[in-house]
């Protein structure tokens, strides 16, 4: 399930260009005054841990200067979860407030859009809402280790991409007739380095091919692909058709 949130503002919006942990803060938050396990608590995998959810990059006008982004009001960004108590507790917590104080700012929500991203057909094309982020722990010949960051035209972007869902489906529950899932760049690929909490991220925007099985594709809708999806990469949605 997916919500896409607006707010409107009497000022410009200002934050950091690296600004991905305040709506994660904000998330967190959100959700943890009717759950209040939601930040220590997840699907677990393998003894690994899963933040069931992903979000979007801020959409609006905006300008950049000095390593900040200004945003004219309205703003939108979209959260989506495998789980609807999730999304269901995010837009109610939201309505009940006139006002927010929203990764500092004062915002007002103006529109509230809850949907369920229904996947029928295979394959699909779909665009980024924030960017995919696909690495691996290496170690060098001294014995350090080191992440290496894969671009989409490298073989193992889209192998890891269906581990990591494969691992997510098993982590909820989800019985698959199939574990068929690929992914392919049909765009030319924007690379963005991104700053969270002290450490550099690099990640992909652009559009992409999915093909395989539809539930495999709906999970990645609703979980997103590649991974650090709850420090937000990873979201897409479906490219409409011309």
Not at 122 to 131: E, F, H
Not at 137 to 160: A, H, M, R
């Amino acid at each position: 399930m997916k919500i896409v949130l607006a707010f409107e503002s009497n000022k410009s919006i200002d934050l950091p260009i690296s600004y991905n942990h305040m709506l994660q803060s904000l998330i967190f938050k959100i959700v943890s005054k009717k759950l209040p396990d939601f930040h220590e608590s997840g699907p677990l995998y393998n003894s690994r841990q899963f933040r069931p959810f992903v979000f979007s990059r801020i959409k609006g006008k905006h300008t950049l200067y000095n390593g900040r982004i200004s945003f004219q009001s309205p703003i939108s960004f979209s959260i989506a979860s495998p789980f609807d108590e999730i999304i269901q507790v995010i837009g109610n917590q939201f309505l009940k407030s006139e006002e927010l104080d929203i990764i500092g700012q004062k915002l007002k929500l103006v529109q509230l859009d809850v949907s369920d991203q229904k996947v029928k057909e295979s394959p699909i094309k779909v665009i980024t809402l924030s960017p995919i982020t696909v690495r691996s722990t290496l170690v060098t010949p001294e014995g350090k280790k080191k992440s290496y960051y894969y671009n989409p035209f490298e073989k193992d972007f889209g192998i890891q991409i269906r581990e990591n869902l494969l691992r997510k489906a098993k982590a909820i529950g989800l019985e698959l007739s199939n574990d068929e899932f690929s992914i392919k760049p049909i765009s030319k690929m924007k690379q963005r380095i991104i700053k969270y909490k002290g450490f550099t991220i690099i990640a992909w925007d652009g559009k992409f091919e999915l093909s395989g099985n539809t539930e495999l594709i709906k999970l990645a809708f609703n979980w997103g692909l590649g991974s650090r999806n709850a420090q937000g990469f990873g979201m897409v949605e479906l490219m409409r058709k011309r």
